[in-house]
């Protein structure tokens, strides 16, 4: 019988748009990886990187956890957005009464609610319909 790890670490989910991530973070060297990726090799703009480690530099601890996601559905903002706020949730499990307040000021345990409008018929888009023809 193969011997179970007994890491400890602490989970936590992130939404956004119609990106789900789940995030575990342990005590560590501060390695980020998504989707078995580097988190460089995973976003190419530097601002998503940054949205990413938000929660971790509000808290101080930039450099404490290894943190492993797995996101899925949506697009890379939508990814990055999941991913700060299930990184954010574990923080609160790790110890709430240290990071809770400082991330709950900052608002990254609010999901963002802003989804796509879906299509109506008759409309080439959610809104925008076909050019007026008086004639």
Known sequence: MAKKSTKVYFYGTGRRKNAVACVRILPGTGVITINDREIDSYFGLETLKLIVRQPLVATGTLGKFDIICKAVGGGVTGQAGAIRQGISRALVQADEEAYKAI?????????????????????????????????
């Open 103 to 135: 991330l709950k000021k900052a608002g990254f345990l609010t999901r963002d609610s802003r989804m796509k409008e879906r299509k109506k018929p008759g409309l080439k888009k959610a809104r925008k319909a076909s050019q007026f023809s008086k004639r």
